[in-house]
């Protein structure tokens, strides 16, 4: 089946740091890949997606490459500030014509000064 | 990207009673989806809503207890019925593709008491 799996959270992280957040998947067909982030108090936004293999999707200095060799999907940044604080969600939409997203479990990543 | 404009943004009910939601989008889609997002958890796809048929429903929900509408390509409700406390979660609306991305209404926050 499909499926989506995150590392745990809650991450840690000072000011300036790398951060990195590892999304792997399962999935029948060819999936495209999101990664959503949930500030505190507000709805759900695209950061970025990748639609096919090898594709690098970026916004806001995150980056995530879509590996089919390994099935993953893993963000990046390379200098996390305060305001990165938030729920980030690797998401699958799976192949055809349903619409269907499958989320991951949530990593939270709080950012300290 | 489309914008959605989803109300109520947030409601406690009372147990046993029903509340509507509503999603308007400001272009013309041809599915809408609902998600449930329960307290700390990942979303989870409730149905897809096609203009002019029945909703399909995902495994684990069923009409009965939400029940949903699609008048029209901009507009459609969903219905938390016969509510109890397990159903506070927040709700959230959705459309886009696979492609593009998909864009989500800024949630409405369920408390059941």
């Known amino acids: 089946g499909n499926s989506v799996t995150q590392m745990e959270g809650p991450v840690t992280l000072s000011e300036e740091a790398f951060l990195t957040i590892n999304c792997t998947y399962t999935?029948?067909?060819?999936?495209?890949l999101f990664w959503y982030v949930q500030y505190p108090g507000e709805g759900l936004q695209l950061l970025l997606k990748a639609t096919k293999a090898d594709d690098k999707g970026s916004n806001k200095g995150f980056e995530a490459t879509y590996r089919k060799e390994t099935t993953s999907f893993h963000l990046e940044k390379g200098s996390v500030q305060v305001s990165d604080s938030a729920v980030y969600f690797c998401?699958?939409?799976?192949?055809?014509?349903?619409?269907?997203?499958?989320f991951g479990q949530g990593t939270t990543l709080q950012v300290k000064p | 990207s489309a914008v959605i404009s989803q109300k109520p943004s947030r409601d406690i009910c009372q147990r046993g009673t029903s509340l509507t939601i509503q999603c308007q989008v400001d272009?013309?889609?041809?599915?809408m989806f609902w998600y449930r997002q329960q307290p700390g958890q990942s979303l989870t796809l409730i149905a897809t809503?096609?203009?002019?048929?029945?909703?399909?429903?995902e495994s684990g929900f069923v009409i009965d207890k939400f029940p949903i509408s699609r008048p029209n390509l901009t507009f459609s409700t969903l219905t938390v019925s016969n509510m109890s406390p397990e159903d506070s979660s927040i709700y959230l609306c959705?459309?886009?593709?696979?492609?593009?991305?998909?864009?989500f209404g800024s949630g409405t926050r369920l408390t059941v008491v």
């Open positions: 809503a096609n203009q002019g048929s029945e909703a399909t429903y």
């Open positions: 272009s013309q889609v041809t599915m």
């Open positions: 998401a699958l939409g799976i192949s055809g014509n349903t619409g269907k997203l499958i």
């Open positions: 959705s459309v886009g593709d696979r492609n593009y991305g998909y864009t």
């Open positions: 999935a029948t067909g060819y999936p495209s």
